[in-house]
């Protein structure tokens, strides 16, 4: 296995978008924001669980976000070929299974709670608009709504 690859599907999100908007959506730039936030900080802290001889390891976690509705998740990445071989000295635990779910763990409720709040005030908006779902989607994609 070369480097680390691991989802986090965002089906708590998907479905809530689903129940309000009454079918799937993309999020907007707004929500993805507020994602993505909370993504830096994931990354943040498995870096800072990462074992440390050069560094070069540590430094190539990333993370993307797919925001696509139906498909939400989260990607947490690390090239780094001996990736997913490396363990805390004198123990047998992989750091990236013990890192990337403790760091999911950390951020889970907050993000779920304010992504909600903030999809919450696009459906809002999309009421009010009186657009129909397709040009209420469409605009709030393109930060108009």
Request: net charge positive.
């Amino acid at each position: 296995m070369a480097g680390v690859r691991q989802e986090i599907r965002l089906q708590t999100i998907d479905r809530y978008v689903r129940l309000k908007h009454g079918a799937p959506r993309s999020l907007t730039p707004q929500e993805t924001d507020i994602i993505s936030k909370y993504v830096r900080r994931m990354i943040d802290k498995i870096k800072r669980q990462t074992p440390v001889d050069t560094g070069t390891m540590q430094d190539h976690w990333t993370a993307y976000l797919d925001p696509t509705g139906g498909n939400m998740k989260i990607t947490i990445e690390n090239g780094i070929y001996y990736a997913s071989y490396v363990h805390w000295s004198g123990e047998s635990s992989l750091v990236y299974k013990y890192a990337i779910p403790e760091a999911w763990a950390d951020v889970e409720k907050a993000l779920t709670i304010e992504t909600k709040r903030a999809i919450d005030a696009t459906e809002e908006k999309i009421k009010i608009s009186g657009l129909s779902l397709w040009e209420a989607t469409r605009a709030a994609l393109a930060g108009a709504l």
